[in-house]
T-cell receptor, first 118, second 113 residues
Framework: NAGVMQNPRHLVRRRGQEARLRCSPM?????VYWYRQLPEEGLKFMVYLQKENIIDESGMPKERFSAEFPKEGPSILRIQQVVRGDSAAYFCASSPLSRTSRIKDTQYFGPGTRLTVL | EDKVVQSPLSLVVHEGDTVTLNCSYEVTNFRSLLWYKQEKKAPTFLFML????IEKKSGRLSSILDKKELFSILNITATQTGDSAVYLCAVEAGGTSYGKLTFGQGTILTVHP
């Protein structure tokens, strides 16, 4: 059973370009979470998605950042017009957690995408 | 706002030593506390704790939660160089924050041979 997959693992962009980060959850997981880890800081929650739904985007910057998890295909975190401050490691996690069934399960993390903005 | 504080921020020990990592938290509508180990890649799940006073063990690692005092500890006995990593503590809240993890800043553990 493959784990959470993220690509690319490393991404270099110039200021003003767009960055697209992809996350494929573990098989059987329908809940995806994105976290950002700035240098020398802990992981910070950005957004929680289910298929075709954004459940909680309270950690997402209001401008330039968007996320989606379509019915088919991976979840995408999109950063438009990147700035140097966006340089960070972006981690995706998935879980089979069901909001309605209250099953407690943990989040499993992917290897991350390290974004560098020049 | 939910908050997680870990201590110490860094720790240097020698192989064979025992270490205790601390995690205190403030969270509305607590659901669970999790420990992860992060080397130069994905955080790897160690433990999920939901009930006070019940120790969870995995080999040389163990962890316990105190919901009254709002803290958890992670113990590592007979440390090895392979234990060198950043140890992350996170809490999950219920309600509208369901599923969202709030992380501490991590404890950097370095184990020398």
């Amino acid at each position: 059973n493959a784990g959470v997959m993220q690509n690319p693992r490393h991404l270099v962009r110039r200021r003003g370009q767009e960055a697209r980060l992809r996350c494929s959850p573990m098989k059987g997981h329908s809940h995806v979470y994105w976290y950002r880890q700035l240098p020398e800081e802990g992981l910070k929650f950005m957004v929680y998605l289910q298929k075709e739904n954004i459940i909680d985007e309270s950690g997402m910057p209001k401008e330039r950042f968007s996320a989606e998890f379509p019915k088919e295909g991976p979840s995408i975190l999109r950063i438009q017009q990147v700035v140097r401050g966006d340089s960070a490691a972006y981690f995706c996690a998935s879980s089979p957690l069901s909001r309605t069934s209250r099953i407690k399960d943990t989040q499993y993390f992917g290897p991350g995408t390290r974004l560098t903005v020049l | 706002e939910d908050k997680v504080v870990q201590s110490p921020l860094s720790l240097v020990v020698h192989e064979g030593d025992t270490v205790t990592l601390n995690c205190s938290y403030e969270v509305t509508n607590f659901r669970s506390l999790l420990w992860y180990k992060q080397e130069k890649k994905a955080p790897t799940f160690l433990f999920m704790l939901t009930s006070s006073g019940i120790e969870k063990k995995s080999g040389r690692l163990s962890s316990i939660l105190d919901k009254k005092e709002l803290f958890s500890i992670l113990n590592i006995t007979a440390t090895q160089t392979g234990d060198s990593a950043v140890y992350l503590c996170a809490v999950e809240a219920g309600g509208t924050s369901y599923g969202k993890l709030t992380f501490g800043q991590g404890t950097i553990l370095t184990v020398h041979p």
